[in-house]
């Protein structure tokens, strides 16, 4: 069975490549399509009708898509989904492209920068993580964006180890010595806050029990971010690191969107929310949709042109979108036309 997870060496390439797709900052066409459709993303390309620096663009996409046929690109194995982005710069049409070995939902939009969302909801690019390593005397911060570290902080304390006499010393000696160590977890305590903004999660690891006895020293806010690593030491290798972070990142995305589905199910009897693509349609045409919940498998529904303008509408109103991959997910999505919505406001 394929594993949903995906491998360390992708994620670094995928990253790499989006650290560069962020940096444009222009108009710009986002093409996914799953590899060997390619024909029938270029009769999709031609029949919609856009204005004629977005038509400039398109035209230069199909052209890619054809070359594309004979050598897709991949950061995986092999390509199941090609990603194409066409942008302007100095009257001039550039184009970017990455295959990869994940299904990706069939997008086509285009809008005021590249759409990546499908990349960090599906494939848990780019995402802020805090990486906690510590004993009793040494502790290391380093904040990840993807597989960036942008920052990082080291801190130590001396510590014997033991004490040699026994009685009263004894006893005073290992009051101190924790006394010590717990003003040392409140430092990194501070530090781990100062360095927090926006983590979408603070992983902590590291041999023996610190990491359990410095969890105890975080506010609220930060123990909702915590989850702990096991067999994460000072000296694990940057790709086992990297292992663990998309683990634990696949693990938060699967109750994020399992929790979306909840407030969904108490919504429902509100009139807050929308089931059938024609009433989301026109919910959303009148800024009325607050979030799509939307499969990642939807270009299998009979719909999925209509499902696609509903995003390209979703992501010029703010509206947020929040794509599932979980099969339990898509199956419930696929009774309701493969997307559901919440909504700002009831509507007739």
Known sequence: ??????????????????????????????????????????????????????????????????????????????????????????????????????????????????????????????????????????ARIQKFHGNQITQESKLRIDLQGRHKKGGQSQGRFLRARQTKIHVFFKKVANKVREMDSNSELILLGGIGPAKTEFYHELDSELVKKCRFVEELSFGTPIRDVYKKIIHHLYQHRRKYVSEILGKYEKLVKEGLTAKRNNAIYKALEIGAVDMLIVSADYHSNAQFKKIMKMLEIAKSTACKIEFAISPKIIKRLEIDDSVLAILRYKIK
């Not at 009769?43 to 400039?56: A, G, H, I, N």
């Not at 991949?74 to 001039?92: H, P, Q």
């Open 1 to 138: 069975m394929e594993s949903t997870e995906i491998s360390p060496s992708e994620w670094l390439s995928l990253n790499r490549f989006l650290q560069e797709i962020k940096q444009i900052d222009s108009p710009c066409v986002s093409v996914y399509y799953p590899y060997g459709k390619g024909e029938e993303t270029i009769s999709l390309l031609q029949e919609t009708k856009r204005k004629e620096s977005f038509e400039k663009i398109e035209s230069k996409i199909e052209k890619r898509i054809r070359e594309l046929k004979e050598n897709p690109p991949s950061a995986g194995k092999f390509a199941k989904t090609l990603c194409v982005f066409g942008w302007i710069k100095n009257d001039r049409v550039n184009i970017s492209e990455i295959g990869t070995s994940k299904k990706l939902p069939y997008i086509y939009m285009a809008s005021k920068k590249p759409y990546i969302k499908p990349f960090e909801d599906i494939l848990k690019i780019n995402y802020d993580v805090l990486l906690v390593t510590l004993d009793q005397k040494t």
